[in-house]
């Protein structure tokens, strides 16, 4: 029972007990004294009630304030009752209130800055939940995984197939590392975590280095590759010069052919040697993309008419698969088709013989691909495949992939080399808008 009906019960009990015990005892004797001490009863119901008022109300009030703080009514205040005690207590209640709906409110401004800076920051964030599924990821972490919005949420890494998130959930709790992806893509990823209510959610930072070390790596090569060609081609063709003399005037001479046949093996070697560097100042030597507005499958069915006769002689078929709908591109044409033929050359070489290459294009989104029935590329291969000069050949320069890495980026391509658990190596290139 609440202390008001307490209050109650024990007024009307104390007041049926004064008037009955001043019934018996004064209205026989003295009506007048009867009607005195009935006076003197009513005056302390008044001032029961005034009492009530003063020191009941109050508290009253002060559980009415329990309550708006059991609801998170931050809004809310208790009025004042007129009483010094009491109001004392409801001026610190509305004031506690006040800093709490202020601190609310701050919190939820810096929470507000907080999303909106994860979601315009070019670096990704993945914040993981207690189970370990996504629970929030910005739209560069999106970009970076290959995923759609809405597509990661509730998912765990293993669940979505992104080899960015194979990377992320080899990551310990506070590491960092950077890692080389099958895309040419670099990156710098961080594991952390931070406390909310308590426990302890990992989350996961993703910083783009790919621009800032292909930029690096280009520099570097590029003058490497100038002083070298520089020198050998200056000593190559004092060299050939020299012995192209020489051979000509042993040339007729009795007795001197198998000095001039070990002449002549030293010029092509020469000549090998010049063509060598050569291939790799080409490089660098790229020209700048004139983009112009195309059909995607005229270049791609351009490129496969350059390479029938090479997959003909090695009885590899080469099997359009085209959107009917040709996607629109803007291409150099040149550039583009140097990159698709090498793309294609690389396939057959894994192929050797008797294989299939499957070319598709597709609209949404805009698509190029190139699968192989050839014998797949290694883990351990992946990760190194478009760095610059790298070759799992054991003849290869590591000019190719290079070449073709340096053409796509100059069309703002995003490109995927890497052997599916289907058994087909694919190699998919992604026009940006």
Known sequence: MKLKGLFGILTVLLMTVLSILTYFCFYASSSYMFFITEGLVLLTVIYLAVFYHRIVKPLHIIGNGMELLREQDFSSRLSFVGQVEADKVVDVFNKMMEQLKNERLHLREQNHFLDLLIKASPMGVVILDLDDRIQSVNQSALQMLGLKENDAEGKTFIEIHSPLAEELMRL?????KTSRLSDANIYKCTHSSFVDRGF???FYLIESLTREVFKAEKKAYEKVIRMIAHEVNNTTAGITSTLDTLENAFRDMKDMEDFSEVLRVSIERCYRMSHFITNFADVVRIP???LQHCGLNEAVTYGKRFMETLCLNRQINIIMELSEDSPSVYLDKTLFEQALVNIIKNAVE????NGNIHIRTSNHPVCLEIADTGKGIDKEVESKLFTPFFSSKPNGQGIGLT??????????CTFSLRTYPDGLTRFKVLFGK
């Open 350 to 353: 894994s192929i050797g013989e």
């Open 200 to 202: 302890h959610h990992s």
């Open 172 to 176: 310990a709790p506070y590491e960092s």
């Open 288 to 290: 700048e993309a004139q």
């Open 403 to 412: 070449v073709i890495r340096e053409i796509l980026q100059k069309h703002n």
